[in-house]
């Protein structure tokens, strides 16, 4: 997702807050596919679930973050792949 907001010349902060990365790139005009809509609920794996003082109580579908990482990273350099200039 930064690398994307990075090719389009976004400028953001230092976060793991996938939603706040979310709403810069649709400010941007990148809108997200309807099936990746929902990806702010990966947010846990990159920030909460890196401290050892998380609630244990916290659980994700490790499958599902899975699926969703799949598919974002296949979005994400398709974007990339777009934005090249041709040789």
Same mark, same amino acid.
């Given at each position: 997702? /930064?690398?994307?907001? +990075?090719? =389009?010349?976004?400028? =953001? %902060? /230092? #976060?793991? $807050? !996938?939603g706040a990365l979310i709403e @810069?790139? $649709?400010s941007a005009g990148c809108s997200l596919p309807e099936n990746l809509k929902n990806l702010d609920i990966l947010t846990p794996f990159g920030a909460v679930y890196r401290y050892e003082d998380y609630d244990s109580e916290l659980s994700?579908?490790?499958? +599902?973050? %899975?699926?969703? !990482? %799949?598919? @974002? %990273? #296949?979005?994400? $350099?398709?974007?990339l792949r777009e934005r090249q200039p041709e040789a």
């Open positions: 997702m /930064k690398a994307l907001l +990075s090719d =389009f010349g976004v400028r =953001f %902060r /230092k #976060t793991h $807050e !996938i @810069l790139a $649709e994700l579908d490790r499958g +599902s973050a %899975r699926q969703l !990482i %799949r598919g @974002l %990273r #296949t979005w994400v $350099e398709r974007g």
